[in-house]
Every structure is written in C-alpha cells, then in structure tokens.
C-alpha cells in the first residue's frame, strides 16, 4: 500500500449482536488494541447499536463508526428508513453503500447506490462503495466488465474532493463468507484496475488518493499479505469481524503490514 494512503480496516458486523454485545465487544476490542495510530479502523455494527457505540468510542481517536445502510432521501414518509441527517447526529463517519447482500437479497441497482453516495456526501459521510463480481461473471471472463460498470454508474458526477473521500472496497461476491480468496495476483491484478478505472473517472492525483480495501473471507492469517499489495489499502471484515480477539489480531497485522 501506498504511504499517501493511511491503511484502514472496517469491521461489517451485518445483523449480528445486540446493543448489549456491543458493549462487551468494544470493552475486549479495546483492551486488546491499546493504541491506534497507524491505521484506521471503522466499526459497522447494526443501527441499533450506534447510539452506543458512539458514547462509548466518542474520546477514542482513529476509531470510526460506520452504518450498514442510508436512505436515499432525505426524510419524510419513508417508513423503516435510516436518514444521513439521523446517522450524522450519533457521529456516524462512514457508511457501506451498495454492499453485495444489499444487491443481490435487497436488489439495489447502481442507480440507487449512486442517490446513496450523493446524499451521504451531502451529509459528509464517507460512502464505503462495495463492489465486486459473481463467480459466474469471473468464469465468464467478465470481471473487470462488471466493475467497471459497478463503478462508473456509482460514482460518475462526484466532484474531485467528493471521490477522494470515498472508499471503494471489492469483495468478490465468491470470496465473501466462503473462506474462497483470490491470489495474491488476482487481487492486485482488480484492485490495479479499479484504480486505473477511478483515474478515468477523476484524474490520477485524485486517484491516488482513493483508498482501496480487499474484502472477502479476511483472516489474521492472510490479513498481512493482502496488504502487502501496492493497490490495497486495507480490508473489510464480515464473520472475523465478529469476535473481538480475532478483529484485534487483524488490526494488529494491518498495523505491522
Ligand atoms: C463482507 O460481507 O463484507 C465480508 C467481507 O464477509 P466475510 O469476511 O465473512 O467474507
């Protein structure tokens, strides 16, 4: 990775743990981690554990809190919805935009996923643009097809500061939940080219400044390689995410990495 880039890991705990076990979580968490100076880390717990979650890492420096979802609008009557203006109020820093499970089980299509990064900017919450193809795109020889289009119609009419301050993370949809990871090759080989492909829609300063995660079945046993490529910036973990000693040991690599 990139020394114009701070490393940043994320932690997307999707539906899992009460408000309660996020508190016993944070407790372990941050015992294990003691400091945070290296790298960034950005905690996703449900919505219903954010107002914790905020009180209890408000003093805490380079520890983030992100939201799984946002609306696209604004408010009004949109019943079951989670504005930006309501996740900016508890502190929320960060949001994951069109994440795999929201595509494939909520059918989110890029054009809502666009309308959810426009208004988080809005709001200035950094949007976390998930990305990343079906096994059977990448058997097709399509990969690259697929994240190009995942990203132009994403992000396409953001301005330069707007694209610098978001985060794409790719995560095969093969590789997420299924202890499947690409090599080591396969992953700079995507991460390269979204890069390139964010050059295009910005310019290479501003692309340079995009940081990169890799996500999909991220260990403390691969965490560190992973990082070692020039294009990936740091990780986004699902199912290791979800015990405290296991994430702790993951931030620890990152920051050795
Ligand atoms: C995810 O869902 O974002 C993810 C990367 O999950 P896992 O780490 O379990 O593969």
Same mark, same amino acid.
């Given at each position: 990775?990139?020394?114009?880039?701070?490393?940043? %890991?994320?932690?997307?705990? &999707?539906?899992?743990?009460?408000?309660?076990?996020?508190?016993?979580?944070?407790?372990?968490?941050?015992?294990? @981690? &003691?400091?945070?100076?290296?790298?960034? !880390?950005?905690? =996703?717990?449900?919505?219903?554990?954010?107002?914790?979650?905020?009180?209890?890492?408000?003093?805490?420096?380079? @520890?983030?809190?992100?939201?799984?979802?946002?609306?696209?609008?604004?408010?009004? $009557?949109?019943?079951?919805? @989670?504005?930006?203006?309501?996740?900016?109020?508890?502190?929320?820093?960060?949001?994951? %935009?069109?994440?795999?499970?929201?595509?494939? #089980?909520?059918?989110?299509?890029?054009?809502? %996923?666009?309308?959810? %990064?426009?208004?988080?900017?809005?709001?200035?919450?950094?949007?976390?643009?998930?990305?990343?193809?079906?096994?059977?795109?990448?058997? $097709?020889?399509?990969?690259?097809?697929?994240?190009?289009? *995942?990203?132009?119609?994403?992000?396409?009419?953001?301005? #330069?500061?707007?694209?610098?301050? /978001?985060?794409?993370?790719?995560?095969?949809?093969?590789? =997420?939940?299924?202890?499947?990871?690409?090599?080591?090759?396969?992953?700079?080989?995507?991460?390269?080219? @979204?890069?390139?492909?964010?050059? *295009?829609?910005?310019?290479?300063?501003?692309?340079?400044?995009?940081?990169?995660?890799?996500?999909?079945? !991220?260990?403390?046993?691969? /965490?560190?390689?992973?990082?070692?490529?020039?294009?990936?910036?740091?990780?986004?973990?699902?199912?290791?995410?979800?015990?405290?000693?296991?994430?702790?040991?993951?931030?620890? *690599? $990152?920051?050795?990495?």
């Amino acid at each position: 990775m990139s020394h114009l880039r701070k490393k940043v %890991i994320a932690a997307n705990w &999707k539906m899992n743990m009460t408000a309660s076990e996020v508190t016993a979580y944070l407790t372990n968490f941050l015992e294990e @981690i &003691k400091t945070v100076l290296a790298v960034d !880390v950005i905690l =996703i717990p449900s919505f219903t554990s954010l107002p914790k979650s905020s009180e209890l890492l408000a003093l805490i420096p380079g @520890i983030y809190l992100g939201a799984q979802n946002i609306s696209s609008h604004d408010k009004g $009557a949109f019943t079951g919805e @989670i504005s930006a203006a309501m996740l900016r109020d508890l502190f929320v820093r960060y949001v994951l %935009i069109g994440h795999s499970e929201r595509r494939h #089980l909520f059918g989110e299509t890029n054009d809502l %996923i666009h309308a959810k %990064i426009a208004i988080a900017h809005r709001h200035e919450i950094r949007p976390i643009l998930c990305i990343g193809e079906t096994l059977e795109e990448r058997l $097709a020889g399509k990969e690259k097809q697929v994240l190009e289009q *995942q990203l132009r119609e994403a992000l396409t009419g953001f301005s #330069l500061e707007q694209l610098a301050n /978001t985060i794409v993370a790719y995560e095969p949809v093969w590789a =997420i939940g299924t202890g499947k990871t690409p090599t080591l090759d396969q992953a700079e080989e995507s991460h390269l080219f @979204i890069r390139s492909t964010l050059a *295009q829609l910005s310019n290479s300063t501003t692309a340079q400044k995009i940081r990169l995660q890799y996500g999909g079945s !991220v260990t403390p046993a691969n /965490t560190r390689e992973f990082l070692s490529a020039p294009n990936i910036d740091g990780v986004l973990v699902g199912s290791a995410s979800l015990d405290p000693r296991t994430f702790a040991q993951i931030f620890l *690599q $990152a920051q050795h990495a």
